[in-house]
Nanobody
Framework: QVQLMESGGGLVQPGGSLRLSCAAS????????ATWYRQGPGKKREWVASITEGGATTYADSVKGRFTISRDGGTKTVYLQMNSLTPEDTAVYYC????????WGQGTQVTVSS
């Protein structure tokens, strides 16, 4: 079993920054493929960014150049650094890991508003 716990969401003004964390616990290695998704109000869940076990990263066009996904293997934590936030980034952000089966975190709310 794997547990994922997201944190770091909140209310931020346009142009601001937030760093989300996804801490994994349970029967999972220190490095693993991980993905951030988000679901805005009235929208479908969409892919945001991924990091492979080897550290390769990919980003949705909508966040490229503004968001950075990274990991700390020692703490089994994956981060999403979000800069230059806009109201369009308002969403619940979810961490996803496939480790024998799919695991989702509970989500963390990010609201970008003045």
């Amino acid at each position: 079993q794997v547990q994922l716990m997201e944190s770091g969401g909140g209310l931020v003004q346009p142009g601001g920054s937030l760093r989300l964390s996804c801490a994994a616990s349970g029967s999972i290695f220190t490095t693993y493929d991980a993905t951030w998704y988000r679901q805005g109000p009235g929208k479908k869940r969409e892919w945001v960014a991924s990091i492979t076990e080897g550290g390769a990263t990919t980003y949705a066009d909508s966040v490229k150049g503004r968001f950075t996904i990274s990991r700390d293997g020692g703490t089994k934590t994956v981060y999403l650094q979000m800069n230059s936030l806009t109201p369009e980034d308002t969403a619940v952000y979810y961490c996803f890991v496939f480790w024998g089966r799919a695991y989702w975190g509970q989500g963390t709310q990010v609201t970008v508003s003045s």
